[in-house]
């Protein structure tokens, strides 16, 4: 069956642009998390969405990063005013219902800020 | 502050040795996770477990609340094995995820 889908897969800006990228979760799933992973490094969470809300944007690292998830299924991650330090992948997760159980994730979409 | 360890950072052996792989985390939690994300890029779900044990195939997965400690056991290792093994602290709080363990199977 389909799985997370992210859309584009890599991204090359330039410094000071505006990018949005598009996370596709598993059909039905409530739970949506984005988590980003530079190089080197494990994932870092960003955001945590329960049907069309946020129940959790602790880890959006600043007032550029923004994301929606207007209708409850498809999520855009929006960063304002790209800096270098943004250049990661960027993942993305469903879950059915969030909490305890296991987390799908996409495939990431690859980020470079030049 | 939350923070999350892993050892051994890297982690190579022969086919067929059996494997541990040890997370610590400083803040009590609702539940570990943990993940393995393949040489590709590709991250997978292996387990969350906020007490006891789980298992799946040759995965096992162990946690004690109280030490705040977790392991993850890897039986009769494979090449396909190899990986990087990812824990994480989930639960209300912002998640913290453990740099990672690099595992390499030899043949």
């Known amino acids: 069956g389909a799985g997370v889908s992210q859309t584009p897969s890599n991204k090359v800006t330039e410094k000071g642009k505006y990018v949005e990228l598009r996370c596709d979760p598993i059909s039905g799933h409530t739970a949506l998390y984005w988590y980003r992973q530079s190089l080197g490094q494990g994932p870092e969470f960003l955001i945590y969405f329960q049907g069309t809300g946020a129940a959790d944007d602790s880890g959006l690292p600043n007032d550029r990063f923004f994301a929606v998830r207007p209708e409850g299924s498809v999520s855009t991650l929006k960063i304002q005013r790209t800096e270098r330090g943004d250049s990661a992948v960027y993942l993305c997760?469903?879950?059915?219902?969030?909490?305890?159980?296991?987390?799908?994730f996409g495939p990431g979409t690859r980020l470079l800020v030049l | 502050k939350n923070e999350v360890e892993q050892s051994p950072q890297n982690l190579t052996a022969q086919e067929g040795e059996f494997i541990t792989i040890n997370c610590s985390y400083s803040?009590?939690?609702?539940?570990l996770h943990w993940l393995q994300q393949h040489p590709g890029g590709g991250i997978v779900s292996l387990f969350m477990l906020s007490s006891g044990k789980k298992k799946h195939g040759r995965l096992i997965a162990t946690i004690n609340i109280q030490e705040k400690h977790s392991s993850l056991h890897i039986t009769a290792s494979h090449p396909r094995d190899s990986a990087v093994y990812i824990c994480?602290?989930?639960?209300?709080?912002?998640?913290?995820f453990g740099t990672g363990t690099r595992l390499t199977i030899i043949p």
């Open positions: 803040v009590g939690i609702s539940a």
């Open positions: 994480d602290n989930f639960g209300n709080e912002k998640l913290t």
């Open positions: 997760a469903s879950a059915e219902t969030g909490g305890l159980e296991t987390q799908y």
